[in-house]
Each structure stands twice: as C-alpha cells, then as structure tokens.
C-alpha cells in the first residue's frame, strides 16, 4: 500500500519524539555506568515498564498474533508459558541479582557479574559468556530488524532490502546517542503505546465481527480445529509451548533491567507492575491472532495478504478497522516493540564488547569518556551484522526469535539460578553449564525435533552444573563469605 499523509505524520512525531528523548538523555550520561546501566537510578515504573517493554519485542504484535491465526488456541500456551516464567523471573531473580551484582566489584554486565562471583582470574567465565551473547543477541537483533522491516514494507510499499534500514535507523541513532537512560526512558513510552494497542484492537476486531459468539462460530466453519487447546503437535507442542517460560532466568537484556533498579525494595512494586502490563498485552496479542481468523474468515477478498504472511495480521487489522489517524498510532506500536527491545539488545551488545573485551583485556585503565565512545562504536557494528543476518526476506520474526531466547535461556539461565541459591556452584560448574546448554541448544536444532530446544538444554546445563562443582573444588572462602552476606541481607528484606 502508499502510506497516507496521517501514517506519515504519526510515524515522523513519534519518531521524532524518541529521537529527542535520545538527546536528553545525553546530557545525563556522564559516565560508562550511566550508559550502560543508568546509574543504577530506575525507580519501580521505568523499571517494570522498561523491563516489559525490553522483553516484548517485535514478535508481541507480530509473532504471536500470527502463530495464533496461523495454528489457532493451541498457540496460547506460549502466553501461559511466559507468564509463568516472568513472575518466577521477578520473584526469585530480579532482587536477588539487583543485590548480587552490587556486591560483587558493582558488576555492571552479566558477564562481569560472573567474573567476580566466581573469583574467575582467569577470565574464562568472562570471554566465553560475551561470546554467548554476542552470538545469540546476533540472532534476536535481527528479528527485531526484520519485523521493523515487515511494517516499513507494508506501511509504505517500499522494498524489503530498503525496510531493512528504515526499521533500523532510528533505534540505532537514539541508543548511540543516550545509552541506557535513553533506552529505558522511550521503553516506558512504547510500553504505553503497545498496551493501548494491544487492548484496543481485538476489542474492535470481535465488534467488528458481531461478537465474541458470532467470531467462534465464523472459526468453527474457517477450520474448527483452530479452536482446540491441543493441535497437531499433541502434549510436545504444549510442553515445547510453556517452556518459553524458562527463557526468562538468561535474558541479558531482561536482567540488565533488574540490575539497574535502585534499590532491592524497588523490585516487588515493580513486579507487580510490570506483570499487570505483561499479562494485559499477551491477552491482546493472542485475541488479535485467534480472532483475526474469524475476520479475515468473514472478508475473504482482503485475506490474500495475511495468508501470504501470518505475521501481519495486526497489521492488516489496524489498516482495515480503523481511521489512517487511529492506524498509525496503532502501527507505531509495532515499531515502539521493535525499538524498545532491539535498543537494549544493542545495549548489552555494546557493553559486552566494551567492558568484557575493549577494557578487560586491551585497555584496563580506560577512561570513562573513551569507553562511553567504543560503547556507541559497538553499538553501530552489532547492528550492520543483525542488518547482514537479516537481509534475507524470507525470514520470520518468531523463529529467530524463539532460536535466541532458547540460547540463552539454557546457558545462562540454570547458571544464573544456581549462582543465587546454590552456595556450592563453582567457577567450572557455571563454565560447563554454559558449554553445555549452548552446544545442546545449537545441535538439538538440527535435529528437527518437535521438542523445543530449551527444554534439553536447560535440563542438560543443569546437570553439568551440579555434576562438575561437586566434583570439583569448593569456592574460595572469600566467595562463600559474599554469599553468606547477601544471603542473610536478603532475609531482611523479604526474599
């Protein structure tokens, strides 16, 4: 389609708008803390919105509404699943980390964190952990890259190769400009943006449809099978589906958001907050998909475009339900999820290279101007590689998606758990968990199996924890000494 003058209009203000937050927050980034974590200064809002928002990504408006119109409920485990998974996260990872990672040397990057709580001299936790990261945020950059691209394309009728840029331009120049405090602060405006878009468009969907009955019984004569709980896949698919729910414990840039709160007594309100929006915006995401079918079911001349690409079904269903002024709006939506994750997934890119590679190994005494600058230089080459993955137009947002949050899910997640819980966990166990749930994760792919990889990996990462810290040393004193000491500071605050 040729975009309108109002889709135009609103997509140049709230670009421009986020544009400008990028700017401000220059002015308070003084220091590689501030860029890279804001200076530990988010209250429970930004916190709980920025964390969502970070999480939510592309495949919210995109890639679940189009498993669901693609496969019908039996999709909706997924939301289930990550639910789940989220409220674990907040409950028994976020405060403990936000306290872990001050009191080790104020560990501003997971991999600094496991750097200093494992007492690694060697820096072996160090390297391999960016490398994970680097390799797998690759991967998520580029979903990010590609569901920018899908709305670009659609929006504005322009090639794919030419989307590409114009998905990614603006999220690359706010996050050079303002780090994380630029991030974190367009992240709490987005997140306003995908809930009213999340909430809003279903309702107007089943109206549209004549109600919720007259939308199931429009299903029932497309394919009654979309309405059943249990597809094709049987309880695999279900177990493979609620399992996304593990991912959460090794989201780096989930955690960072954690880390940055200012306080441990921030984190319950901000769970609380922060779940409410979650579970608000997957109840949208799953209604726009599952009753999606029932209006394309009921407009069979305009249904030639989604059944090409299930993944723009919200977007076909903003452009057909609403006013161009309304659509635009709602569109920005997409792009708000794109931005708002792919930013901070930079972000942790950039810091792993600045902080884990440039200062760790080449330039231990680097000033904090001089990092805050290979921070933005690293920011701008992770993103062209993401373009390179992304280039290739038959690529689906939810399928680069799900391969990166397996990734890590299974190698930092079983370690992240067991560093906060497990006082025995030793450098070489976190090691081998981490070899072990990505090399599991990387080859059960090539298998083809129906279960999902996290699943496997997760459980083999575990083992190989346990296994070889027990059959290794004990930790050094003064590591059990600094488990000891958060351990009896979070009793006192409750966790």
């Known amino acids: 389609m040729t975009a309108s003058t109002p889709l135009i209009v609103t997509f140049a203000i709230y670009l421009t708008a986020t544009i400008a937050i990028g700017f401000y927050a220059w002015y308070s980034t003084r220091t590689f803390d501030d860029y890279i974590l804001g200076g530990r200064s988010l209250g429970s809002y930004v916190t709980a919105m920025s964390a969502g928002a970070s999480d939510m990504s592309g495949w919210l408006l995109m890639g679940l509404p189009g498993a669901l119109y693609l496969s019908g409920a039996s999709e909706a485990w997924i939301a289930i699943g990550l639910i789940i998974g989220a409220w674990a996260n907040w409950r028994f990872v976020a405060g403990p980390l936000r306290l872990y990672t001050e009191r080790t040397h104020n560990a501003l990057t997971l991999p600094d964190y ?169 109840l949208g995401a799953v209604a726009v998909g599952f009753f999606g079918i029932a209006w394309f079911g009921a407009h069979p001349a305009v249904a030639g475009d989604v059944e090409a690409n299930s993944e723009r079904v919200f977007i076909l269903l903003a452009e057909q339900l609403f006013n161009p002024w309304i659509a635009g709006i709602l569109l920005s939506a997409i792009l708000a999820a794109v931005m708002s994750t792919l930013s901070c997934q930079l972000l942790v890119c950039s810091s792993a290279l600045t902080e884990d590679f440039y200062r760790g190994f080449l330039r231990k005494n680097a000033s904090s101007r001089e990092l805050v600058w290979v921070g933005r230089s690293s920011v701008l080459l992770v993103a062209l590689i993401a373009i390179a993955i992304a280039s290739n137009p038959e690529s689906r947002v939810l399928g680069l998606v799900s391969y990166a949050w397996a990734g890590f899910g299974a190698s930092f997640g079983p370690v992240i758990l067991l560093s906060l819980y497990w006082k025995r966990i030793n450098r070489n166990g976190a090691l081998a968990g981490m070899i072990v749930g990505a090399a599991t994760v990387i080859l059960w792919k090539q298998t083809g199996s129906a279960l999902y990889e996290i699943i496997p990996g997760f459980i083999a990462a575990t083992l190989a924890i346990v296994v070889v810290s027990l059959l290794t040393r004990e930790p050094p004193a003064e590591v059990q000494a600094t488990y000891d000491a958060v351990s009896k500071e979070l009793r006192t605050t409750g966790y």
């Open 114 to 282: 496991f750097t200093h709580r494992f007492a690694d001299d060697k820096r072996i936790l160090r390297v391999f952990s960016a490398l994970v990261i680097l390799l797998f945020f690759a991967i998520y950059c580029a979903s990010g890259i590609v569901a920018g691209a899908r709305l670009f394309e659609s929006v504005f009728g322009v090639p794919y190769a030419q989307a590409l840029w114009y998905g990614a331009a603006a999220t690359i120049l706010y996050t050079l400009i303002g780090g994380f405090l630029a991030v974190s602060w367009t992240d709490t405006v987005q997140a306003t943006l995908m809930l009213f878009a999340l909430l809003l468009t279903p309702i107007m969907v089943i109206v549209g449809n004549g109600g919720f009955d007259a939308s199931l019984e429009v299903i029932r004569q497309v394919d009654p099978t979309r309405l059943e709980w249990v597809g094709k896949g049987g309880m695999i698919a279900i177990v493979s589906s609620m399992a996304w729910g593990l991912g959460y414990m090794g989201q780096p840039h989930i955690l960072a958001r954690f880390m940055a709160a200012d306080s441990v007594a921030t984190i319950p309100r901000a769970r609380r907050i922060g779940m409410t929006w979650m579970i608000l915006c997957l």
